[in-house]
């Protein structure tokens, strides 16, 4: 079983200013790394909208999750840490 973060996406800016957006395999968290220690966002606080979102850039579904609203409760930039 493979247990390495999987890479969803990067997002630069014209600034130097480089985040990586990952999904872990075991436990479904999406995990936000731009410098020092990752933010860890958990899986079960996740939107069934915002998965959605998250999909298309490769993010998995667990099939047991439950506890989640689907109500659209904000973008995927609203997970994301202020900078």
């Not at 390495?4 to 990067?10: A, G, H, K, S, V």
């Not at 915002?50 to 904000?74: C, D, K, N, P, V």
């Amino acid at each position: 079983m493979n247990v390495m973060p999987i890479r969803l996406f990067t997002i630069q800016d014209g600034e130097g200013f480089v985040a990586d957006a990952f999904q872990c395999p075991v436990t479904g968290n999406l995990i936000y790394k731009s410098s020092g220690k990752p933010s860890v966002i958990a899986y079960t606080d996740l939107t069934d909208w915002q998965i959605a979102r998250l999909e298309e850039y490769g993010f998995r579904r667990l099939e047991a999750a439950s506890g989640r609203t689907a109500a659209h409760e904000g973008g995927i930039e609203e997970l994301l840490p202020k900078q």
